[in-house]
């Protein structure tokens, strides 16, 4: 049997109950739409993460108060306080070489009120260096500047999301804001870096640091301090001498350390792999839809065997071989899978692309999960087809003629 004859008794026998055809591949048409679409949303979430954190610095290494916990990269709240960071902590790590930029912060959350509407958020105690180490720019107005520090300035800038919350379509700059019933003049309004929540700058309010540490929260000490190194290279090498040196400025050794020092490529690594187990998992929910299609080609592939029982043995009467007919209900089996595969990745591209619309995550099909959705519709079709195939291959010609 040639292919062309083997395509064309494919075609009959598929199309001699389309119904039922069309039942058996939607199994296989929403498992692979599943797949696809599961893994472009967890590559999506994984690019829209690595872009927000990268937004935020570059080449960035964040010092916290604590240790961390061996591998569990949790702040130990038995070892080290919330208040082991200074101010003078700063100039030992600007004397590191490889150190561009250091922003000392402290955050706090206070009700604020202005223009008739209030908002809890995020109030976080800055230097000038913010701006650089965090890849911030005003939209509008000015950032904080180093004599806003020194003159313990009540001036704020604040995030695009809470300047909208407040002030709705007006420009705030030049009007008050009263934070933790302490009136601030509103000097600028940072541009949108995307994302919400603690990290993004785009919920938060920023004052200098003096005034925070002074007026707001009383406090001499720092939540967290951001530093800026000139390159990837240098930052193992800076991790190191950061260690080192705060060591020795808090008169700890390694083992009781009341620091962690955290690198950028940490977050992301950790970031990374949650989202990656999570469309692993996910992924994996979906497919057994696609399991349940395999299922669903088999009962159909050997009712189908049933129905045709007189059609095998004539065609063995004639000459046909175990081999020709094994490979006749094989192919029917991978047609139909293969058919939808295909379209189970229109939907699935569908679905990200809906994704995307409408809930804002950069989601796209990629080339490799289209191979893969292929392998896997090929590797089903012969799976589950290939019982089917054998069973009608070896049935009996004399037996089969005389099937009713």
């Known amino acids: 049997m040639n292919i062309t004859d083997l395509l064309q008794e494919t075609y009959t026998a598929l199309s001699a109950n389309k119904t039922r055809s069309l039942l058996t591949m939607l199994g296989i048409v929403i498992g692979i739409g599943s797949v696809i679409a599961m893994i472009a949303l967890g590559q999506g979430a994984s690019g829209s993460i690595t872009s927000s954190i990268e937004g935020l610095g570059s080449n960035l290494l964040t010092i916290i108060p604590g240790a961390l916990e061996p591998g569990r990269g949790q702040v130990s ?50 230097t000038s260096d913010y701006a650089v180490v965090h890849n911030t720019s005003p939209r509008q107005g000015s950032v904080i500047t180093d004599a806003n520090v020194r003159s313990v300035a009540k001036v704020t800038v604040l995030g695009p999301n809470v300047a909208s919350d407040l002030f709705g379509e007006m420009d705030p700059v030049g009007k008050s804001i009263r934070i933790n019933s302490i009136n601030f003049k509103v000097i600028g309004v940072l ?72 690198s950028q490529a940490d977050i992301l690594g950790t970031l990374n792999q949650i989202t990656t187990t999570l469309t692993i998992f996910l992924a994996s929910v979906a497919s057994i839809s696609l399991l349940v299609g395999g299922i669903g080609i088999m009962n159909m592939m050997l009712t189908t065997v049933t129905e045709r029982t007189r059609e095998i043995g004539l065609r063995k009467a004639i000459g046909a071989t175990q081999r020709d007919i094994r490979l006749q209900f094989l192919v029917e089996s991978i047609i139909l899978t293969f058919i939808g595969g295909i379209i189970g990745i229109v939907l699935g591209w569908l679905i990200s692309f809906a994704v995307s619309t409408f809930a804002g995550i950069n989601a796209s099909v990629s080339l490799g999960s289209v191979i893969l959705a292929f392998g896997v519709s090929a590797g089903i079709g012969i799976i589950f087809g290939y019982y089917p195939a054998h069973r009608a291959a070896s049935l009996n010609p004399i037996e089969a003629l005389r099937y009713e």
Do not use: W
């Open 191 to 262: 541009e949108s870096k995307g994302g919400s929540g603690f990290a993004s700058p785009d919920d938060a309010v920023f004052v200098p640091l003096s005034t925070m540490q002074k007026v707001l929260a009383g406090a001499d000490y720092l939540s967290s301090i951001a530093v800026s190194v000139e390159n990837k290279e240098l930052m193992s090498q800076v991790q190191e001498e950061l260690t080192n040196s705060l060591l020795q400025k808090h008169r700890v050794d390694s083992e009781n350390a009341d620091f962690s020092i955290i």
């Open 77 to 126: 709240s038995g070892r080290g306080s919330a208040e082991t960071l200074k101010n003078d902590d700063e100039d030992v790590i600007r004397k590191i070489s490889g150190v561009l930029y250091v922003s000392p912060e402290l955050n706090r959350r206070f009700q604020i009120i202005a223009a008739g509407n209030n908002t809890n958020s995020t109030i976080i105690g800055i």
